[in-house]
């Protein structure tokens, strides 16, 4: 699990995601603190943090809810931001991980070249390999 997260991190970084993600981080609890000051029914910034990410997340449990105008308001609000933020890096991911698949089928299709285009030079196991990835393509 760990080597995965250190993966995304290193997409993230490597992307400038990283950016977009911060900047999400740091919004959520800038509007936990505004939600925080305008609803009555939310007691703490903890809950309003909670209220924030289950916004975020679409989870919706509904043990914390926002019933000021401006409370709703900050609501659709973050929503919306996360849901292009989010979009945004998850494209970016994809685009990283479809990149390295495309660059690491290139360098393979190099290295297969490069062994057709010395075909008199190569041993006898090195022909065979050659001839079954040959029949292995055609099938």
Same mark, same amino acid.
């Given at each position: 699990?760990?080597?995965?997260?250190?993966?995304?991190? #290193? /997409? %993230?970084?490597?992307?400038? !995601?990283?950016?977009?993600?911060?900047?999400?981080?740091? !919004?959520?609890?800038?509007? $936990? *603190?505004?939600?925080? $000051?305008?609803?009555?029914? /939310?007691?703490?910034? +903890? !809950?309003?943090?909670?209220?924030?990410?289950? #916004?975020? *997340?679409? /989870?919706?449990? +509904?043990?914390?809810?926002?019933?000021?105008?401006?409370?709703?308001?900050?609501?659709?609000? &973050? #929503?919306?931001? +996360?849901? &292009?933020?989010?979009?945004?890096?998850?494209?970016?991911?994809?685009?990283?991980?479809?990149? &390295? %698949?495309?660059?690491?089928?290139?360098?393979?299709?190099?290295?297969?070249?490069?062994?057709?285009?010395?075909?008199?030079? &190569?041993?006898?196991?090195?022909?065979?390999?050659? #001839?079954?990835? /040959?029949?292995?393509?055609?099938?």
């Amino acid at each position: 699990m760990f080597r995965k997260l250190r993966l995304l991190r #290193s /997409i %993230l970084y490597h992307t400038g !995601t990283w950016k977009l993600f911060l900047g999400l981080v740091m !919004t959520t609890l800038v509007f $936990a *603190a505004l939600i925080d $000051a305008v609803e009555p029914g /939310i007691n703490g910034y +903890g !809950t309003a943090l909670w209220y924030c990410y289950v #916004s975020l *997340a679409t /989870i919706g449990f +509904g043990d914390v809810v926002a019933t000021t105008l401006l409370g709703r308001v900050l609501t659709v609000i &973050l #929503s919306i931001y +996360g849901y &292009l933020v989010l979009a945004v890096i998850v494209g970016a991911v994809v685009e990283y991980s479809n990149e &390295l %698949l495309h660059a690491q089928q290139s360098d393979a299709v190099g290295l297969f070249l490069d062994k057709l285009e010395n075909l008199p030079e &190569l041993s006898p196991a090195e022909l065979a390999e050659v #001839s079954s990835k /040959i029949k292995r393509m055609r099938k």
